[in-house]
């Protein structure tokens, strides 16, 4: 499990309950760019079948996120808007390493690090929502979102040894903080 060492801010809770028409479409894209990489990871790991298996999985779990979203917005009068650069996740991208097996490794806890940041953000979404049918829609997402962090730490425990898990997941947990820091407050996930 991937322990934040960043707590978000109530200011961006703040933001995200004063434009929740923009979070919607972020939430959208987001949901919709997380089916993409699960599908991407079955692609270039065809060799590893609880992998491929596990990734089928969440490409329609995340799609049918996806759909449920895009639904809440058009009850809304939204639209989906164009695909904009995430640049927590491009930042996170850039810490993997080179080579197949670190490659690997870090591509699998980056991915749990990122659903345990949509957990967290989800979850404080639902806390400052009213009861009613919105919050206990994204009630059900952090859930699903902390599964899905759990999901990519057990999966590398599948080809990678505890240690090498706990040490390389201590630094990119480190790196994250310092991301989430300096990322700007707007009404979007990231």
């Excluded at 799609?63 to 650069?85: N, P, S, Y």
């Excluded at 699903?144 to 240690?163: I, K, M, P, Q, T």
Aim: charged fraction near 25%; hydrophobic fraction near 45%; glycine fraction near 4%.
């Amino acid at each position: 499990m991937c322990k934040l060492r960043y707590a978000t801010s109530d200011a961006w809770v703040e933001a995200v309950m004063n434009d929740f028409d923009a979070f919607l479409i972020d939430h959208a894209a987001a949901e919709k760019k997380a089916s993409g990489m699960a599908v991407s990871m079955l692609s270039h790991y065809p060799d590893r079948p609880e992998l491929v298996k596990a990734m089928i999985d969440l490409s329609i779990e995340e799609m049918t996120h996806f759909r449920e979203v895009v639904k809440i917005m058009h009850e809304r009068g939204l639209i989906l808007g164009a695909d904009k650069k995430d640049h927590y996740v491009l930042n996170l991208r850039k810490l993997q390493r080179k080579g197949s097996d670190v490659y690997f490794l870090d591509r699998l806890l980056i991915a749990g690090i990122i659903e345990a940041r949509g957990c967290e953000r989800f979850g404080l979404v639902a806390q400052a929502l009213p009861d009613g049918m919105l919050k206990n829609f994204y009630v059900a997402i952090a859930e699903s979102e902390s599964r899905h962090e759990n999901l990519f730490v057990d999966l590398a425990r599948n080809y990678f040894s505890g240690d090498q898990i706990d040490a390389r997941l201590d630094t990119l947990l480190n790196d994250e903080a310092q991301i989430c820091a300096e990322l700007p407050i707007v009404a979007a996930l990231h």
